[in-house]
């Protein structure tokens, strides 16, 4: 009861000065930190690169991004929710170096304005994550795979590829395993294949790539041997290889059947194509409980064991895992324009949305998950956190209290 005596913040007195001070003070809402991790220059830098302003009219991108990512954050399901969620928050506009929105010049500016702005946007935001990720991870693990983004009907029907069994686009994803954050995107109609945009991708030194069967493409997998990366991913049934060299499997676990050292039978696999993969590879055959036929597995690296391997490889679903959580928490599957130009706008800042949640999560600590700081930001986007005023006052109140009963009890 002693201690109660002293009206205090963490026991120091909080002078009268602090108080004028702390209530003074200004604190971000939680939308205005989230928005935090897109410096304004930066963004004002490719606005002009692209000319995206050019014919803005008052309603600058900045304005077109502000509303876009809110919609996001909370769930909004047309843009006449957009409109009436986003300008009943006006008095918080001021901070973000927002204005109110009306849903005609949103949706025309969906339409029109370049894409290629959110995609650069995009791009320079998963380069400052990666960066953020190789500081604290010395072996990089990067997990690839695509996710198809269904579009049919009108409107849709104009652009969208058509001739496959899911018009529509194809987001292309590379996944840091370690770190769950994405570090390359790229959108494409959705015939066009999977290995097709990894060889847009740039190769990184030591780092280890996982993938399944759509990147099967043996000149890809020579590029990567050759910049010194290590890749694993499945064998076709067909796959024509001969026996190099066996491994024993003497003290592995009993999944794994046999380790092998591979090679390729032929120089030309067909069509008039050349294999320029000459070096060995490795051949893990594993033991899978819930299929019939073992998994075979192949890569370059001969150091890991057998086990490892085979874990690797299961460490891929993650990006499956990764495409699930993006589709169940923000706006990938139901948009709000419908041309092509809107529907890319919405993805890239989608993905834009979810890079800014894991810095926001990583900044605010806390341990929440990612899941909790999405729903926080939905139900909470303008609310601002305590102020260390509002802490202290709240102390004060509860120390107050306990002293009066401390009296009653005396």
Not at 22 to 29: E, G, I, K, Q
Not at 195 to 217: C, H, L, N, P, W
């Amino acid at each position: 009861l002693k201690g109660l005596q002293g009206l205090c913040l963490e026991g120091k007195p909080l002078s009268a000065n602090s108080k004028t001070k702390a209530c003074n003070m200004y604190t971000n809402t939680r939308f205005g930190e989230l928005m935090k991790g897109i410096p304004r220059g930066m963004f004002e830098r490719l606005v002009k690169k692209h000319q995206a302003d050019k014919h803005s009219k008052g309603f600058r991108c900045w304005d077109q991004f502000a509303a876009m990512l809110y919609g996001q954050v909370t769930g909004s399901r047309s843009l006449r929710d957009l409109e009436l969620s986003f300008n009943s928050h006006e008095v918080h506009h001021y901070h973000l170096g927002a204005r109110t929105i009306r849903r005609s010049t949103l949706a025309d500016a969906n339409n029109k304005r370049n894409v290629a702005l959110y995609e650069s946007l995009c791009l320079q935001l998963l380069h400052r994550a990666r960066g953020q990720v190789k500081s604290q991870v010395t072996n990089m693990l990067y997990l690839l795979d695509s996710t198809p983004i269904p579009l049919k009907g009108l409107g849709y029907d104009d652009w969208a590829a058509s001739g496959h069994r899911t018009p529509g686009l194809k987001v292309h994803m590379m996944l840091e395993g370690n770190q769950y954050v994405p570090t390359y995107t790229g959108i494409t109609p959705s015939n066009i294949n999977d290995i097709d945009d990894a060889r847009q991708m740039e190769i990184e030194s030591g780092a280890t790539y996982v993938f399944d069967k759509g990147y099967y493409d043996f000149n890809w997998w020579h590029r990567i041997n050759q910049q010194q990366a290590i890749f694993v991913t499945r064998a076709k049934h067909n796959a024509a290889l001969k026996v190099v060299n066996t491994h024993s499997i003497e003290g592995c676990a009993d999944h794994v059947l046999s380790d092998e050292a591979v090679c390729f039978k032929y120089r030309h696999p067909g069509g008039g194509r050349i294999n320029q993969y000459r070096a060995a590879l490795r051949r893990v055959i594993v033991d899978r409980e819930d299929h019939e036929t073992p998994l075979v597995l192949l890569t370059n690296d001969f150091e890991r064991s057998a086990e490892e391997i085979a874990a690797l490889y299961k460490q891929r679903w993650q990006i499956e895992l990764f495409f699930k959580w993006l589709k169940q928490n923000l706006k990938i599957k139901r948009f709000l324009g419908r041309s092509e130009n809107a529907v890319k706008t919405q993805i890239y800042i989608a993905i834009i949305a979810y890079v800014l949640l894991w810095l926001y999560r990583r900044a605010e600590g806390g341990g929440r998950s990612l899941t909790d700081c999405a729903r926080l930001l939905a139900s909470a986007a303008f609310q601002r956190p305590d102020s260390e005023y509002l802490i202290w006052k709240r102390r004060r109140k509860e120390r107050e209290e306990l002293l009066a009963l401390q009296r009653v009890l005396i």
